[in-house]
């Protein structure tokens, strides 16, 4: 190629160029405004979303979705689902929780949990309705029995032994052979 026709050319590129610098130039102010717009647009956008998390029509809406049925039973569905589930054993997984709870432990959390836990009368109320059932008063029933049968074996193989050695002592000092002990009686009567 040669000197003259690189001169072409770049008169030609330039020659080009001016519509776009021309169309560049007829648009910075649009430019500016554009920018200008998209910038207020943002701001009634940002105080629309604080004022409709600001209003109590949001706490309503989500107080009416959470009662609903279909919602409740998308939740029991999704609760049941096997992504949940690999969900949870991701967590465990990863070791997520146990730092949780080490942190919970750490930071005296699980302390103030017992100490409320422990001033609350919920609890307690808890604890006298759990006492009170049938099935509790009869597990203690059944314990004490037990308690009672090994008491009652402890005393009589106590009472056995005395016997026999009262009775050893008393042969002694009469002067009496010692007695032939009968058959030890079957432990199930």
Same mark, same amino acid.
């Given at each position: @190629?040669?000197?003259?026709?690189? %001169?072409?050319?770049? &008169?030609? &590129?330039?020659?080009?160029?001016? !519509? ?9 102010? @649009?430019?500016? @405004? ?14 629309? $979303? ?6 109590? =029509?949001? =706490? &309503? $809406?989500? +107080? ?19 992504? #949940?589930?690999?969900? $949870? +054993? ?13 942190? @919970? ?6 302390? /103030? #949990? ?19 059932? !049938?099935? #509790? %008063?009869?597990?203690?029933? /059944? /314990?004490?029995?037990?308690?009672? +049968?090994?008491?009652?074996? =402890? $005393? ?15 042969? &002694?000092?009469?002067?009496? !052979? *010692?007695? #032939?002990? *009968?058959?030890?009686?079957? !432990?199930? %009567?």
């Amino acid at each position: @190629m040669s000197e003259n026709d690189d %001169t072409r050319s770049s &008169r030609a &590129r330039a020659l080009l160029g001016i !519509p776009g610098r021309a169309a560049e130039i007829s648009l910075k102010p @649009m430019a500016g @405004m554009v920018g200008r717009a998209a910038a207020a647009g943002a701001e009634v956008e940002r105080r629309a $979303v604080d004022r409709v998390l600001d209003s109590a =029509e949001l =706490e &309503r $809406v989500l +107080d009416a979705a959470i009662d609903s049925a279909r919602i409740q039973a998308s939740l029991e569905r999704a609760l049941d689902s096997d992504g #949940v589930k690999r969900l $949870v +054993d991701r967590l465990f997984d990863s070791g997520l929780l146990a730092r949780v709870i080490d942190r @919970m432990f750490d930071s005296g959390l699980i302390d /103030q #949990v017992f100490e409320r836990l422990l001033a609350s009368d919920a609890l307690w109320h808890l604890i006298d309705e759990v006492a009170a059932s !049938p099935a #509790v %008063t009869a597990a203690i029933s /059944q /314990q004490g029995l037990g308690f009672a +049968d090994q008491v009652g074996d =402890e $005393v009589r193989g106590r009472s056995r032994k005395a016997d026999d050695w009262l009775e050893r002592a008393a042969r &002694r000092l009469a002067h009496r !052979p *010692p007695r #032939v002990a *009968p058959p030890e009686p079957d !432990p199930g %009567t």
